[in-house]
């Protein structure tokens, strides 16, 4: 069993996107032993944000409400997979990579703002989350 968590700073847009595009991915690669979840560094316990329900529809994901959930203790049988190379130097482990490593760049917090920058968001995840399933088939 592989488990992956997406970490980013309230767990109602860019991390729960991630989590919910990878599973839509893993879904239609028809692919197991994978347990994907996703937390916040400062999770309050908000509900997703609208507009990422906006993109996750968009994609024909699962945009089910579901509340923020706070980062807790790092466990090291877990892979944590963080939007911005600050949050994976602010974790600290060697269990930590960014989506700088897979796609290039960080992906920036589109919380607050329009559809269209969470559908760009979107993308921009699911290009990472692509990029993660062909690294987890080299890794099996």
């Not at 994609?59 to 911005?84: E, W």
């Not at 994976?88 to 559809?115: A, C, E, H, M, T």
Request: charged share 30%; net charge positive; with cysteine.
């Amino acid at each position: 069993m592989i488990k992956i968590c997406f970490v980013c700073t309230g767990n109602t847009c860019r991390s729960i996107m991630a989590e919910r595009l990878m599973k839509k991915v893993i879904k239609e690669k028809k692919l197991e032993g994978l347990k994907i979840s996703s937390r916040g560094l400062n999770a309050t316990g908000e509900n997703i944000a609208d507009n990422a329900k906006f993109a996750l529809k968009t994609y024909h994901a699962s945009s089910a409400n579901r509340k923020s959930v706070k980062l807790g203790k790092i466990d090291k049988n877990t892979l944590y997979v963080t939007m911005t190379e600050s949050q994976k130097n602010y974790i600290g482990s060697d269990k930590v990579i960014s989506f700088k490593s897979l796609i290039g760049k960080d992906v920036p917090d589109p919380y607050g703002q329009d559809r269209e920058v969470y559908l760009a968001c979107a993308k921009e995840l699911l290009k990472g989350v692509n990029v993660l399933i062909e690294k987890i088939k080299l890794w099996r």
